[in-house]
């Protein structure tokens, strides 16, 4: 085991090894945003539900479902909207960027690691080929073909690392951050229209479901 690992050590390099660290933190903000954010969506699409269906009074959904942070934003906006703002959509803002903090924290996390990563595995390959071209002054000209063979393929692997990191972080980062959006899409409309119906103004409407 411990030949391997000097082994693995040797082809990928100290770049290699932080990438496989950060790659292992990227799966893991991943799966872990995208866990919660999708019960985040169930448990709202479930209580829109029961509003559209008229199964129960306004109070009644926001009381049972606290535990959810879009229908907690809306609780918090009917109840306080006007003691510390005027505007609502900033208020929502205001309450979303405290609600969603780790979710949104941990995505920017995802957007830093796909930054990086390419940087990364181009560092990796660099200092490869440093080791490399400071190889070839001490052997002998009938070795140095195989060497610098040998060496560029092992250099060239980190940039492959950090690319193959960088394109899947992207890309769960847009979509990860596209739900976000649209959960606060739906904070705001649901807002207004709780408010209103608190009023006796209005009967809620059907909106498209967020999950």
């Not at 000097?6 to 496989?20: D, E, F, H, R």
């Amino acid at each position: 085991m411990i030949v391997n690992l000097a082994n693995l050590y040797a082809k990928i390099g100290p770049a290699g090894v932080v990438l496989v660290l950060v790659a292992i933190l990227a799966v893991y903000l991943a799966v872990k945003n995208s866990i919660i954010l999708w019960l985040t969506g169930r448990s709202f699409s479930k209580a829109e539900g029961i509003i559209n269906s008229k199964a129960q009074g306004l109070e009644t959904v926001i009381t049972d479902n606290l535990d959810n942070p879009v229908i907690a934003i809306i609780n918090d906006v009917v109840n306080t909207h006007g003691e510390h703002s005027d505007d609502l959509k900033a208020e929502v803002a205001y309450l979303f960027s405290l609600h969603f903090s780790k979710v949104m924290r941990d995505i920017t996390m995802l957007k830093v690691i796909a930054s990086i990563s390419p940087l990364l595995g181009l560092l990796g390959t660099l200092l490869g080929l440093m080791g490399v071209f400071g190889s070839l002054a001490t052997v002998t000209s009938l070795a140095t073909g195989t060497i610098l063979a040998a060496g560029i393929w092992e250099a060239i692997i980190t940039t492959i690392m950090g690319l193959s990191l960088a394109i899947p972080a992207l890309v769960v980062y847009s979509m990860l951050g596209m739900k976000v959006r649209l959960f606060h899409l739906a904070t705001v409309e649901y807002s207004y229209r709780f408010m209103e119906c608190s009023n006796h103004k209005c009967v809620p409407r059907n909106v498209e479901a967020v999950a």
